[in-house]
C-alpha cells in the first residue's frame, strides 16, 4: 500500500509539473528559380506539424539550383529537394522517400510558339531524336545524364542564366530549341514567359523523383522529417497537397492525351 501511494504521488507531482515545449526546429530553405515551388515548403511544413512538432521555416527565395546545393552543403541551408542521385545521397543527408509521386520524371517542353508544327509528328523517342533538336539543361542537372544516355542534343548552362535562357530559346539565335520542365513548373513558367509556348502532344518521362536533401548541420532532423514524410504520403496529405498546388498545371496540360516518349535512365556511374 505503501508503495502504491507512493508511486500515485509521484504521478500527481508529475501532472502539476508544466510541459516543456517541444523542441522547435528552425529550417532554413531556399527557393530556386522555377515554378511550383512552394508546393515543398507546405508538404515539409504541414507533414511535420501534423506529427506535433513545432516548425518555423525561413524562405531564401529566387536562388539558382547550383547556389541552393552549395549552401545545404556547406550548412548555409537547412534543406533542400533535387532528384535523387547516389552522389546526392553522399554529398548530403537524404530522406529516403520520393515526394511528387514522380511527376519531376515527367517533362514537357517550352518551345518557341513558331514551332509547334515541328513536334506535330513526333510519335516516339527516335521521332524526337531524328528532330535533333537542342535543348538547354543546368549544370549537374540530372536531365543532364538522361538527355545524353538517350543521345539526344543539349547545352548545359551554369549560374544564374535561366533569366535570359528563355528570351534565348525565343530568338532562336543561340541555338536553343526548347526547355524541358516538370509538369508542375512548366504553366507558371509559361505564364511567366508569355513569348513562349507549351508544346502541345509530348509527355517526355523518366523514372525518378524528387527527395529531400538535409545538410549535415541539420542531420539531427532527419529521422523527424523523414517520419512526417512518410506519414504524409500514407495518409493522403502528400496528395491532397499536389492536387491543391498544381491543379491547374494538370488541367491546362492534358496530360492523359499526350503522347509519352518514355526515355531510359542512366546508370549511376554513367557520365
Known amino acids: 500500500m505503501l508503495a502504491l501511494r507512493v508511486i500515485l504521488l509521484q504521478l500527481i507531482t ?3 509539473v508544466p510541459v516543456s515545449l517541444a523542441e522547435k526546429i528552425d ?25 506535433g512538432h513545432d516548425v518555423s521555416i525561413d524562405i ?16 548555409d541551408l537547412s534543406l533542400t529537394w533535387l532528384i535523387q542521385t547516389d552522389e546526392r545521397d553522399h554529398e548530403m543527408v537524404p530522406i529516403e522517400v520520393g515526394i511528387t509521386n514522380g511527376l ?3 517533362r514537357v517542353l517550352l518551345i518557341p510558339p513558331t514551332e509547334q508544327h515541328v513536334y506535330d509528328e513526333v510519335y516516339s523517342l527516335d521521332d524526337f531524336r531524328e528532330l535533333n533538336k537542342v535543348g538547354v539543361l543546368g549544370k549537374n542537372w540530372y536531365d543532364v ?20 535562357v528563355y528570351r534565348q530559346i525565343a530568338s532562336g539565335r543561340r541555338g536553343l530549341d526548347y526547355f524541358s520542365r516538370g509538369v508542375f513548373e512548366v504553366v507558371e513558367e509559361a505564364d511567366q514567359h508569355p513569348y513562349l509556348m507549351i508544346e502541345n ?10 527527395r529531400f536533401y538535409l545538410s549535415k548541420k541539420a542531420e539531427k532532423y532527419k529521422a523527424i522529417v523523414l517520419e512526417s514524410v512518410l506519414a504524409a504520403r500514407e495518409s493522403g496529405l502528400m ?11 494538370f488541367e491546362r496540360l492534358s496530360l492523359d492525351h499526350r503522347r509519352q516518349i518514355l526515355l531510359k535512365n542512366p546508370p ?4
Open 201 to 210: 502532344n509530348l509527355l517526355l518521362i523518366y523514372d525518378r523523383d524528387f
Open 239 to 249: 496528395d491532397r497537397l499536389i492536387r491543391k498546388h498544381w491543379a491547374s498545371a
Open 27 to 51: 529550417l532554413k530553405v531556399g527557393l530556386i528559380r522555377a515554378g511550383g515551388q512552394q508546393y515543398f515548403v507546405d508538404l515539409l511544413q504541414q507533414s511535420m506539424e501534423v506529427m
Open 60 to 75: 531564401l527565395e529566387d536562388l539558382p539550383q547550383a547556389r541552393t546545393v552549395y549552401m545545404v552543403q556547406n550548412g
Open 104 to 106: 519531376i520524371g515527367h
Open 145 to 164: 545524364k538522361v538527355w545524353k544516355f538517350n543521345d539526344l542534343p543539349y547545352i548545359e548552362r551554369e549560374g544564374g542564366w535561366q533569366a535570359k
Open 14 to 16: 508529475l501532472l502539476c
Open 268 to 271: 549511376e556511374n554513367f557520365n
